[in-house]
């Protein structure tokens, strides 16, 4: 069974920089691909980064450069760097864990709110 807790998000000043934890139950870790997603008011939930179980790792155009996702297998956890952020940006972002279509699992997600 798999249970997914993200912590790290906050109030931040545009321009600054939050690091995003979830961190991982279960024993499925390591063999499956790890996503963050966010979902602003009024709109749709969007993938804003991914990392498969190869390190391979997967962007949105708006946060490329700006955003870095990792992972510790040792840990279960999978982090988001968040740096230079802007007002955008702000949104509920939750982590996502997918072993196969059929086997995936979305935590609570953990606000990030930057002002301008």
């Known amino acids: 069974q798999v249970q997914l807790v993200e912590s790290g998000g906050g109030l931040v000043q545009a321009g600054g920089s939050l690091r995003l934890s979830c961190a991982a139950s279960?024993?499925?870790?390591?063999?499956?691909?790890m996503g963050w997603y966010r979902q602003a008011p009024g709109n749709q939930r969007e993938l804003v980064a991914a990392?498969?179980?190869?390190?391979?790792?997967n962007y949105a155009d708006s946060v490329k450069g700006r955003f870095t996702i990792s992972r510790d297998n040792a840990k279960n956890t999978v982090y988001l760097q968040m740096n230079s952020l802007k007002p955008e940006d702000t949104a509920v972002y939750y982590c996502?864990?997918?072993?196969?279509?059929?086997?995936?699992?979305w935590g609570q997600g953990t606000e990030v709110t930057v002002s301008s």
């Open positions: 996502h864990l997918e072993r196969t279509y059929y086997m995936a699992y």
């Open positions: 990392v498969t179980s190869g390190g391979s790792t």
């Open positions: 279960g024993t499925i870790f390591r063999i499956s691909t």
